[in-house]
């Protein structure tokens, strides 16, 4: 084939795909596509409550906690749990690929369980346990390091930026990491 009957035939299947692709979707596959999208949706909420389940089971395990974090602790889990409950009953009567893509946004950003909540369960239990032994072994500089680290964690607050939400909970994960080694170093030499 020569290249002008080459060029005309690639030109022909073009426009015919153009076609294809532009032509409207069956209310089958658009019904299809939007239930594609909820379950992934609803799956990933799920993931979420699962994941609540599990941190409120660890924030009952955690003996050394303040009240007032634990209080505090308590209700974000419920607060949570509740909202993404609410998201996902609403998540089941949406229609349009684009309330989803919303409802998937909110799920993300107006929660923050994996990003945030997960680790104001574990690290406030890791910092209070901290501070109780830094009492015990009166080591003022340890609770000198870890003073207002969970108010200054509580306060952290879900949100678009990932990235910044990830770098505060870093710098307070790194605190509370040195004043474990800090620790152990006391225990060796006691």
């Known amino acids: ?17 153009g076609l294809v692709a532009s032509a409207p979707a069956s209310a089958a596959d658009t019904d299809r596509g939007v239930d594609a999208v909820k379950h992934a949706v609803t799956t990933r909420i799920d993931k979420r409550l699962a994941a609540l389940k599990k941190f409120d089971s660890a924030l009952a395990d955690a003996k050394q906690v303040q009240p007032a974090h634990r ?41 923050r369980v994996f990003l945030l909540t997960g680790p104001k369960v574990r690290l406030t239990a890791a910092i209070d346990t901290e501070l109780v032994a ?7 500089d340890v609770t000198k390091s870890l003073s207002g680290k969970v108010d200054a964690l509580l306060a952290l607050r879900p949100g678009p930026d990932g990235d910044a939400i990830k770098a505060s909970v870093q710098t307070i994960r790194k605190s509370a990491k040195d004043a474990r080694a800090t620790l152990k170093s006391l225990r060796k030499h006691k």
């Open 1 to 17: 084939m020569n290249r002008i009957s080459r060029t005309a035939v690639a030109g022909v299947a073009a426009i015919g795909l």
């Open 71 to 111: 209080s505090t602790l308590d209700n974000l889990i419920d607060d949570q749990t509740a909202g993404l409950t609410t998201l996902r009953a609403k998540v089941q009567q949406e229609t349009t690929r684009a309330a989803l893509k919303t409802d998937a946004k909110a799920m993300v950003q107006d929660y």
């Open 134 to 140: 830094a009492d015990k072994l009166k080591s003022a």
